[in-house]
């Protein structure tokens, strides 16, 4: 059976920029799989497969592209939403705001990959969320390579920064390219993380 599935416009073009600012000499190459004349609104999975494995062959680029594209696509996203919107998020107390922000990030992730799974929960004192049919975990991981979802974290805290100070930065704890059942991001308070940055540095410092 043919796989369907397909990712926006506004994903390629995240990922057209970040090549524009990080390594603009692969963006020859990467036409292979997006041309940039091609305005179609929608593009199909085996683009994103190509292009993806093309990136992962140079870790360290993998990374700085997917971060700089998932940073863009937060802005674009966080930029097009209508300023009462932006009020109620900043201004609500914090049960309240969550309401908003799960929203924010439901839509946030439709605009790059319309028929994304996604779960927003709040456990404890920390947010997580969860990607079951992520768009970068078609092929594997190379060990070392770390997470694969690299442009979902950029993604996430990018639409924390808009809306939440609550909070610290997402991290992937879980993926599927590295063998795990779905993709998982969770976000510590911002004091616990701040105290979690400081323990680190000083075992860094120790070392």
């Known amino acids: 059976m ?4 397909y990712v926006e416009r506004k994903f390629v073009a995240s990922l057209q920029r970040a090549l524009e600012d990080v390594a603009p000499e ?4 990467f036409a292979k799989w997006f041309d940039p004349a091609d305005r179609r609104p929608r593009f199909h999975i085996a683009s994103v497969i190509g292009a993806v494995g093309y990136l992962r062959k140079s870790p360290s680029l993998y990374f ?4 700089t594209a998932g940073e863009y696509a937060a802005q674009w996203w966080c930029s097009e939403l209508p300023r009462f919107q ?3 998020i900043n201004s609500w107390v914090r049960l309240g705001r969550e309401h908003f922000v799960r929203g924010l990030f439901r839509g946030g992730i439709r605009s790059i990959h319309r028929d994304a ?3 927003f929960q709040r456990k404890e004192e920390s947010l997580v969320v969860t990607v079951s049919n992520s768009v970068f975990c078609r092929t594997a ?3 070392g390579n770390g997470p694969g979802c ?4 950029a993604f996430f805290n990018g639409l924390l920064d808009c809306t939440s100070e609550d909070y610290s930065s997402f991290e992937e704890s879980n993926c599927r390219a590295r063998g795990d059942s779905v993709c998982r991001f969770q976000t510590l308070p911002k004091e616990l993380g701040s105290e979690r940055e400081s323990v680190d540095v000083e075992a860094t410092t120790t070392a």
């Open 2 to 5: 043919q796989d369907e599935t």
């Open 150 to 153: 690299v442009y979902y974290s």
């Open 117 to 119: 799974q996604m779960e």
């Open 141 to 143: 991981t190379p060990s």
């Open 26 to 29: 692969r963006l020859e190459v």
């Open 86 to 88: 932006k009020t109620i």
């Open 64 to 67: 700085d592209v997917m971060k």
